[in-house]
């Protein structure tokens, strides 16, 4: 089959022919039906020092964001999935037997493995999925916009931790997850949402996905007035201007993750303003994806809006070419 293989620890991806894989033991193995192009693939595709900390092994199958049809299932446990059944990958492989995963905290598993990462992903046309991290689909809607459904997962995350309903949100950084914000703060009732972000295409993008107001930088007559600000930036020169914007008393949520270490003015911030600050990291296992299914079957978030650009699995690089120029939502391979 083809795929999208790591073959060295060094930047750059080979397009290969490789056997098909076989569900191992409490497995599925999937026909990929599409499979989004996320910032960690970037991270990959350049060997990055997070990549380098992260892989281990090479070659590797790239790719986590994937939908698929199961084709064969390996257990003899009981299940609810079936062949035929159309379904996602959870990225955070959990082993059930930490301490977070025994009080409910799968996707902060201290032992968690990642798929597409620390063991081979989707860019291929067939895939295999831990029966316990593979999630069914029941929303009907486009398979290019199913595969996000991780990216809207991250973002009902953040939203459910920021408590938006009746607030005025600032959302810092329009990447997809970013864009997805904004779409789900307008759904859960945020009074007014407005994002920042220094790329024009992406901030055109937020108004579609439902944005009030965009703006290439903070505008002076935010500072101090956001109840709510998601940080999804991730750049730690960005974050002073998030920190900003809370409202005294405020709320921020951390998603994005800086590059390099951020400095941030504790005293400025969170003692004289009494902000509270919180952290996302992926999705609760299954809480935010029945939640964001919830939302994908009202109607209330259209994925498809920011599925941007679809390309076969051999164009991968001139997928990868767009993804870095920043003039894209979602990328979608199809196999
Ligand atoms: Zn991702
Ligand atoms: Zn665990």
Avoid at 191 to 208: D, F, H, M, T
Avoid at 276 to 283: E, I, L, Q
Avoid at 306 to 311: A, D, L, Q, R
Wanted: glycine share 8%.
């Amino acid at each position: 089959m083809l795929a999208v293989v790591k073959t060295a620890k060094a930047p750059g991806v080979t397009l290969s022919q490789i056997p098909l894989p076989k569900a191992a033991k409490n497995e599925v193995l999937i026909k990929v039906k599409g499979a989004s192009i996320c910032g960690t693939d970037i991270s990959i595709y350049d060997w990055t020092p997070w990549a380098d900390g992260h892989i281990k092994n090479v070659p590797l199958v790239i790719g986590h964001e994937v939908v698929g049809e199961i084709i064969d299932i390996n257990t003899s446990e009981n299940t609810h999935l079936k062949k035929g059944d159309l379904v996602s990958s959870e990225t955070h492989i959990f082993d059930n037997t930490c301490y977070q995963c025994l009080i409910n905290n799968r996707h902060i598993c201290e032992h968690m493995e990642l798929f597409g990462i620390g063991r081979n992903g989707g860019f291929a046309e067939y895939a295999t999925i831990p029966l316990r991290t593979t999630w069914k689909n029941t929303a009907k809607i486009p398979i290019e916009a199913m595969s996000a459904q991780e990216p809207l997962g991250n973002a009902v995350h953040v939203c459910e931790k920021a408590n938006v309903a009746g607030k005025t949100v600032a959302v810092f950084g329009l990447g997809p997850v970013g864009l997805c914000a904004v779409a789900v703060a307008k759904a859960y009732g945020a009074k007014k949402v407005i994002g920042i972000n220094r790329g024009e295409y992406r901030r055109n993008l937020a108004i579609k996905m439902g944005a009030d107001e965009v703006y290439s930088e903070l505008p002076k007559e935010y500072i101090n007035k956001c109840e709510v600000v998601l940080e999804m930036s991730g750049n730690s020169e960005v974050i002073g201007q998030s920190l900003g914007a809370a409202r005294i008393a405020g709320t921020i949520v951390f998603f994005g993750i800086p590059k390099k270490e951020a400095v941030i003015d504790i005293g400025k911030y969170f003692i004289n303003k009494e902000l509270t600050a919180k952290s996302v990291f992926g999705r609760k296992i299954w809480q935010t994806w029945y939640q964001t299914s919830d939302l994908l079957d009202e109607g209330k978030v259209d994925l498809s809006k920011i599925v941007t650009h679809k390309f076969k699995l051999e164009e991968f690089e001139k997928a990868m070419e767009i993804m870095k120029s920043g003039e894209c939502g979602k990328i979608v391979l199809i196999p």
